[in-house]
């Protein structure tokens, strides 16, 4: 049974940074692809970012491009999601979510991935 375990969520003002972490359990793969997705209520899950487990290429929402940063550990099955500059429109519960391997062209899609973490709110203030 695989887990996806989120952490590192909390409350911080605008311009601030947080970083969340992910780690992957009870699978036979060591090159996950690791994906972050975000959710407010009423609306939509919303692609952040992306990891190839194979060769750590690294996708990202236009919206967080320049200000966000995953990285990985293969062989810690660990991923995380490093923010800084963070905005008031950032704030919503993220997932952190896994496949042994997405095809590019559906990475954005959260339906593409099995696992999903339990999420971790983050909160950004004026």
């Known amino acids: 049974q695989v887990q996806v375990v989120e952490s590192g969520g909390g409350l911080v003002e605008a311009g601030g940074s947080l970083r969340l972490s992910c780690t992957v359990s009870?699978?036979?793969?060591?090159?996950?692809?690791l994906a972050w997705f975000r959710q407010i209520p009423g609306k939509e899950r919303e692609f952040v970012a992306a990891r190839r487990g194979n060769g750590g290429h690294s996708y990202y929402a236009d919206n967080v491009q320049g200000r966000f940063t995953i990285s990985g550990d293969n062989a810690k099955n660990t991923g995380h999601l490093q923010m800084d500059n963070l905005k008031p429109e950032d704030t919503a519960t993220y997932y952190c979510?896994?496949?042994?391997?997405?095809?590019?062209?559906?990475?954005?899609?959260?339906?593409?991935?099995?696992?999903w973490g339990q999420g971790t709110q983050v909160t950004v203030s004026i």
């Open positions: 979510a896994a496949k042994s391997y997405v095809i590019l062209s559906a990475i954005r899609s959260s339906s593409a991935f099995d696992y």
């Open positions: 009870g699978g036979t793969s060591n090159r996950y692809t």
